[in-house]
């Protein structure tokens, strides 16, 4: 089987996505596209004559899939392997997340940019209620809703449009045109994530780190986050697809390998794998050092699930990335269900209680911030962003979320403890885990 691939916005496919009868696969490039000035689809996809083989393949376009009712659905009707990746991809491949397509050989694009006067359906309240409660609810849509763009990830989200007079909107029947947001309902059981969430993203986004911000939704009591798409571009009224690609993606990693504890030497997401990705970006140097001030803002909001699909490339007007916003930065230490583990170890440590001064000396000296640079940038950039967080972190309370600044109170102090930096930490109950909560020292 066979599929064209395509880019939005180009006038010939990219390339072909191949399955052979021995289960492997294999993407190779158009000669006619590389003839041309082209954008590559990934890092781990560089532009070149020769396929890159099932691996590689495999994993960037596995990437592409999402995990919903629709993909398991068509698995059991069309008696398709989960491995199948092209064989999933003739069916749902007109739909992939962002600006990639794959469809049936010799097919015409079918993504196109949106008008937003002209292209979209406004939901009613009902709707968008209805929407919402089924996600909390079941964390699928209603039976009558059609999901127009399936997002790869998790369930419990719906691409959507805002109208420029407000309303939320879908694309019209048989459109395949661009969303603009990303509509984030979490189950019942864990509806405090949305104002946790939200008050995360404030405080990254105060502290000068860029982040794809939230707004918070509320219908018949269900909340949600209605998340900008930093991979579009609104501009005359009409909506552009822009391509990205998660870290995942762009190191040739599966998504099942999307945390360091998942991975093997040479085949992981971790320190060194970021260092070299970033160094592909237009500004390497001031991409590292974004990267490591966030690292650092995660483990004292406690966000420890900031694997390698929750960072991304953004291909903005050329061939060459930039670091995208920051996006779903969710202090996960607030609910017992999820592990203590890091996302990717800092140094040796494992868990932010394993944090020494050695161990963030060693994950800096990665990034090249080393010998007397590394006290220097602890001095003029550490001290004083965490110093912020901490004063920032006082507005949670008005919010009612004094939990959330414990918990930070608690972070922040260990850092300073571990790198023995004087932070003016204010003084706060002890924040212990236990059942998703907080237990007063008081």
Known sequence: MRLDVWLDGAHQ???TLESFDSGSVDFRYNDTYLANPALPLSQSLPLQADG???????????????????????????????????????????DC????????????PVKVPGDLSADYEALTPDGLTDIMVSLAEFQRLPDATKDPSPLAGVQGKMALTLLPDGRLAVPATDKKVPSTHILKVPARADQSDVDHEWAACVLMSQLGLD??????????????????????????????????????????????????????????????AVEGLLNCTRNPAADKR????????????????????????????????????FYDILPVRLNDRYTEQLAF?????????????????????????????????????????LNQLDAFAEGLIRQNMKGFDDLIGGNLRHLADALSLPLEVRER?????????WLSAS
């Open 97 to 108: 997340s962002g600006a990639i397509s794959c469809l049936p050989e010799g097919s015409a």
């Open 290 to 325: 974004l990267f490591m001030l966030a690292t650092l803002v995660n483990l004292a909001l406690g966000n420890n699930d900031n694997h390698a699909k929750n960072h991304a490339l953004l291909y903005v007007a050329a061939d060459v990335p930039v670091l995208a916003p």
């Open 211 to 272: 982040t794809s911000m939230p707004r918070r939704l509320n219908q018949s009591g269900v909340k949600g986050l209605l998340i900008t798409r930093f991979d579009r571009w609104n501009a005359d009224g009409f909506v552009r697809r822009l391509h990205q690609e998660d870290f995942a993606q762009a190191l040739g990693l599966p998504r099942g390998l999307k945390y360091e504890r998942q991975g093997r030497d040479g085949r992981a997401f971790n320190a060194q």
């Open 13 to 15: 496919p990219v390339g």
């Open 345 to 385: 170890n800092l140094g040796t440590a494992k868990t932010l209680e394993d944090v020494t001064a050695a161990d963030v000396e060693a994950f800096f000296a990665t990034f090249g911030i080393e010998g007397s640079r590394y006290r220097r940038f602890l001095d003029t950039e550490v001290k004083p962003l």
């Open 429 to 437: 109950d002890l924040f212990v885990a236990r059942g998703g909560g």
């Open 52 to 94: 890159f083989g099932d691996v590689l393949t495999r994993a960037f376009f596995n990437n592409l899939l999402p995990e919903n009712d629709q993909t398991r659905l068509l698995i059991d009707r069309q008696g398709i392997s989960r491995d199948d990746v092209v064989g999933i991809l003739y069916h749902l491949g007109a």
